[in-house]
């Protein structure tokens, strides 16, 4: 009978024994995943304080390339508007042209949406009878005369059409030639047309407004002597 409750009271501590290096090594399990749970979130708030310093980083650099872009814009617009005045202003006995001074005998001007639709540099049929009766004019009136056409725009950057042109200065250069094939194909002769870009320089009227953009959107084909 002794035997029998020593035999129980062994089997009894065995059992302790074995549940309590159980518990130990869930501890240790239990430490060490905590510890690698510490090590992942210092290295992900590190990648997130990485993150924030790239995106302040291109921010800037975007910032940059937006007021380079600006600037470049504006020389070339101002760099196009003293083209144009000093081809408009008369010219002297032994300039460039040598032809003594020039005179304008005639000027119109056609409106860019009646021309052209929003932001293309295609003619639209109301646009192309509008310039059939200037290239009859131009060919019964001033033959052999230097015909120029001038491209404007308004004062919108480009934003819709960004795949098509680079600013608008792009836009009006393509909307003059337009108008100069058209006119050549017409009877004009090619060599007697000059065509000018103006970008969006020497509005007519405010761009604060939408009656005057639509002013300003226009081509102006004028006959020098």
């Known amino acids: ?7 129980g009271l062994v089997a009894i ?5 074995l549940a309590s290096v ?3 090594d869930y501890k240790k399990k239990y430490l060490a995943l905590q510890t690698q749970y510490a090590e992942l979130n210092t290295k992900h708030n590190s990648v997130v304080e990485q993150n924030k310093t790239l995106r302040l980083q291109l921010a800037e650099a975007e910032s940059d390339k937006s007021r380079l872009s600006s600037a470049l814009q504006t020389a070339t617009s ?15 006995g032994g300039g460039s042209t040598g032809t003594g001074a020039e005179t304008t005998v005639y000027k119109t001007t056609v409106g860019g949406d009646i021309l052209f639709s929003a932001g293309q540099a295609t003619l639209t049929d109301p646009g192309k009878r509008a310039l059939d009766s200037i290239a009859d004019r131009l060919k019964s009136s001033y033959s052999g005369m230097t015909v120029r056409v001038y491209g404007y725009t308004d004062g919108d950057p480009i934003r819709r059409t960004k795949n098509l042109w680079q600013d608008n200065l792009d836009l009006s250069a393509n909307r003059a030639m337009a108008v100069t094939r058209y006119l050549s194909a017409k009877g004009i002769d090619r060599d007697r047309i000059e065509t000018i870009a103006m970008g969006e320089t020497n509005p007519v009227a405010s761009n604060s407004t939408k009656a005057g953009k639509a002013k300003n959107r226009r081509v102006e084909i004028m006959v020098v002597k």
């Open 78 to 92: 101002k760099l196009a508007a003293a083209e144009a005045k000093a081809a408009a202003s008369p010219a002297t």
């Open 22 to 24: 159980g518990c130990t």
């Open 1 to 7: 009978m002794k035997h029998g409750r020593l035999f």
């Open 13 to 17: 501590l065995a059992v302790v024994a």
